[in-house]
């Protein structure tokens, strides 16, 4: 509990003063064992990916599968949308892999 506090509370700092959270490195947040519960193999603990694994355990199945649909939805619009660098490289940074992301739908 004491790393999904750090890491809500350094996201929500962030989004108050507005930073970017997509290339944030949050330093090593733990999150393995949440990752093996989760069936998630591919994941960057430094990254914002951490946030989303520690929201699919504390939110209500509800709120978490509105907040899945609607974090696909942006990637859908944004896919095509970077010239200068490619989407992939942009979920690379945020260390999300989209099939590994899937895995958390339900």
């Not at 069936?39 to 699919?56: D, F, G, M």
Request: glycine share 2%.
């Amino acid at each position: 509990m004491e790393s999904a506090l750090k890491i809500f509370n350094l996201v929500r700092n962030q989004c108050a003063h507005d930073e970017r959270l997509y290339n944030s490195d949050y330093k090593n947040i733990r999150v393995s064992n949440i990752a093996n519960y989760l069936e998630i193999t591919n994941y960057n603990n430094r990254r914002i990916v951490v946030a989303i694994l520690y929201l699919k355990i504390l939110l209500n199945k509800d709120y978490y599968k509105k907040f899945h649909s609607e974090l696909n939805a942006i990637f859908k619009q944004y896919k095509n949308g970077f010239k200068t660098v490619s989407f992939e490289d942009i979920l690379n940074i945020m260390g999300i892999d989209l099939l590994e992301l899937d895995k958390l739908k339900n």
